[in-house]
């Protein structure tokens, strides 16, 4: 049987370990190098007074294994927001388990939640 995930939404407090995904993430991506931003402008950017964009972290066992960050954005065409998936990223020893699936079918829910017309990812090559 597998162990259950559970996605919640990322705090203030959980800043630290927002940033420590992003680092993760560019390590697995080999873009370490390219990553200039710091604990306390992803504060800011996330939970600052104009908030651009949320994160939701997957647990299991209460611990933190993938998270996805996103942002609104909007079409002019449809007259609709739409949220974009900036980064989606799952720990290699989470991997293979659902915890992807787990954020990615969170986050298509929160956009009909939201009366949004889209959802988009982009990954590198």
């Given amino acids: 049987m597998s162990e259950a995930i559970t996605i919640r939404a990322a705090g203030v407090e959980d800043v630290p370990l927002i940033f420590t995904f992003i ?5 697995y991506e080999r873009l370490a190098h ?8 992803i504060r800011e950017s996330l939970f600052g007074a104009r908030p651009y964009a949320e994160c939701l972290f997957a647990s299991v066992k209460d611990e933190a294994v993938g998270f996805a960050l996103f942002f609104h954005n909007y079409s002019t065409f449809l007259g609709q927001p ?4 900036e ?12 915890v992807g699936r787990k954020l990615l079918t969170q986050l298509a829910q929160l956009a009909v939640d939201r ?3 889209r959802l988009e990812w982009a990954v590198l090559n």
Avoid at 34 to 41: D, R
Avoid at 82 to 85: D, E, N, T
Avoid at 87 to 98: F, N, T
């Fill in 115 to 117: 009366g949004c017309g």
């Fill in 87 to 98: 980064d989606l990223y799952v720990r290699p020893s989470a991997r293979g388990k659902g």
């Fill in 34 to 41: 390219a990553v200039v931003a710091t604990v306390e402008n």
């Fill in 23 to 27: 680092r993760e993430l560019a390590e």
């Fill in 82 to 85: 739409g949220l974009y998936l």
